[in-house]
C-alpha cells in the first residue's frame, strides 16, 4: 500500500514569487493535513481537509491557502513568498475526518528554500 | 510560552541502554497525546497515541505513559539500538487544534 507522496521534494523560490505544492493521501484516506516544520519554531499546523472542505486552520497568514481535490489529493499555495517561509512543508493523511483525534500518516515532506 | 514542552532538547546514550523523555503539556481541553519519531530529513512516523483514559501504550522496544491529571507523558526507549537515532516529537491534541512539542535529539552511539 503506497505511503503519502509530496512533490516535489524539493523547491527553490525567489522571494515574491508564488509555490503549489501537492499531496497524495494513501489510498482511501479523506483527509489531509498541512503543516510547516522550521527549525525555530518546529511543527505547526497548516490547516486540515476533508471532502474537499477545510475543517480547521492554524495561525498563520492568508498567503497561505490550500484545496482538496475529489479523489482527496491536496494542494497548498504559498503566495508572495519570503525569507521565513524557507521550511519542510510535511502532509499527512487520515482516515477519519478529524486528523487532530485520529492517527495520521506524514509524508516525507517538500523542502522549500527561498532566497 | 509553548503549551507542549519536552525535555531534555538533546540525549546521547550508548547503544543497548535505555532512557526516558519527557512531555509536558497544558492543552486544555485534552483529546489525545501522540509520540512520533522522525529521522533526519524525513516525515515523523507514529509510535504511539493515547486519549485520555489511557496511561500506558507500547509499540515494541517503545513505551508511552500518560497521568492526565499532572499533565505528563513519557516515552521509555527500551535497549536502544543505533536506528533509534532521531527526533522524538510530542504532540497534545485538543478539541480542535494540535500542539507540537520541539522534539527530543535522540543520538545513541555504538
Known amino acids: 500500500k503506497a505511503g503519502v507522496t509530496q512533490t516535489p521534494r524539493y523547491l527553490i523560490k525567489t522571494r515574491g514569487q508564488q509555490v503549489t505544492l501537492s499531496c497524495s493521501p494513501i489510498?482511501?484516506?479523506?483527509?489531509v493535513s498541512w503543516y510547516q516544520q522550521t527549525p525555530g519554531q518546529g511543527l505547526q499546523f497548516l490547516f486540515e481537509y476533508f471532502s474537499e472542505t477545510q475543517r480547521n486552520k492554524g495561525n498563520f497568514p492568508g498567503r497561505f491557502s490550500g484545496r482538496q481535490f475529489s479523489n482527496s489529493r491536496s494542494e497548498m499555495n504559498v503566495s508572495t513568498l519570503e525569507l521565513g517561509d524557507s521550511a519542510l512543508y510535511l502532509c499527512a493523511s487520515s482516515l477519519s475526518d478529524r486528523a487532530i483525534h485520529t492517527e495520521a500518516f506524514f509524508g516525507q515532506g517538500t523542502r522549500l528554500t527561498v532566497v | 510560552k509553548n503549551q507542549v514542552e519536552q525535555s531534555p532538547q538533546s540525549l546521547i546514550i550508548l547503544e543497548g541502554k535505555n532512557c526516558t523523555l519527557q512531555?509536558?503539556?497544558?492543552?486544555?481541553?485534552?483529546?489525545?497525546l501522540r509520540w512520533y519519531k522522525q529521522d533526519t530529513g524525513r516525515g515523523p512516523v507514529s509510535l504511539t497515541i493515547m486519549t485520555f483514559s489511557e496511561n500506558t501504550k507500547s509499540n515494541g522496544r517503545y513505551t508511552a505513559t500518560l497521568d492526565a491529571d499532572t499533565k505528563q507523558s513519557s516515552l521509555h526507549i527500551t535497549a536502544s539500538q543505533l536506528s533509534d537515532s532521531a527526533s522524538y516529537i510530542c504532540v497534545v491534541s485538543g478539541n480542535n487544534d494540535m500542539r507540537f512539542g520541539a522534539g527530543t535529539r535522540l543520538t545513541v552511539k555504538p
Open positions: 489510498s482511501g484516506h479523506r483527509s
Open positions: 512531555c509536558n503539556y497544558t492543552v486544555s481541553p485534552f483529546s489525545n
